[in-house]
């Protein structure tokens, strides 16, 4: 079992810069290859790709980027949200989401495979629920949208 590494101070959610993205491609990479077994050949270079006209937040520790979420802005879509795998379960995923909440100008959703069940708990601990869910595609996954209106600047103006 691995466990998180432990830190005394915060963690900085900020705007990632393209001077990051090197260190985004290796957590990305990183990540996929620990626990996206149907990822078959994960590539350093994928990140620029899969990120491409997204907004991406960096987390930020200690000084050293440990994590990171993009958002599709038009659809409010969370196409990638990953930590570096040595930081797991400090509450960076958390932080990451709740400045995707005050950015987006609707109710997030995204899609999360069926078989990466630590990622389906953790979105469901968030308050997403499935909304939808693949037929055919593979790997299968659901969609799941946001249910905390109460996070988002635009409900609280209602």
């Known amino acids: ?13 900020l ?5 990051d ?12 290859q620990e626990t996206f077994a149907w990822v078959k050949h994960p590539h350093f270079s994928d990140f620029e790709r899969d990120s491409k006209d997204e907004l991406i937040l960096k987390a930020v520790l200690n ?26 379960h400090l509450g960076i995923g958390g932080q990451l989401l709740a400045q995707i909440r005050q950015i987006a100008t609707d109710l997030v959703t995204l899609k999360c495979v069926r078989k990466n069940t630590n990622a389906l708990a953790f979105y ?3 308050g997403f ?18 249910t905390k209106k109460e996070d988002y600047p635009l409900y609280k103006a209602q």
Do not use: C
């Not at 079992?1 to 959610?13: E, R």
């Not at 705007?15 to 001077?19: D, E, F, G, Q, V």
């Not at 629920?129 to 946001?146: F, M, N, V």
């Open 63 to 88: 000084n050293k980027i440990v994590g990171f979420i993009s958002l599709y802005q038009q659809d409010n879509f969370i196409h990638l949200l990953f930590i570096d795998p040595a930081y797991m």
């Open 1 to 13: 079992m691995k466990y998180a590494m432990q830190s005394d101070k915060k963690i900085l959610v």
């Open 15 to 19: 705007p990632a810069k393209t001077a």
């Open 124 to 126: 469901k601990a968030q």
């Open 129 to 146: 629920k499935i909304i939808g869910k693949s037929l055919w595609e593979s790997p299968a996954y659901y969609t799941l949208q946001d």
């Open 21 to 32: 993205n090197a260190q985004l491609a290796k957590i990305y990479l990183h990540s996929r």
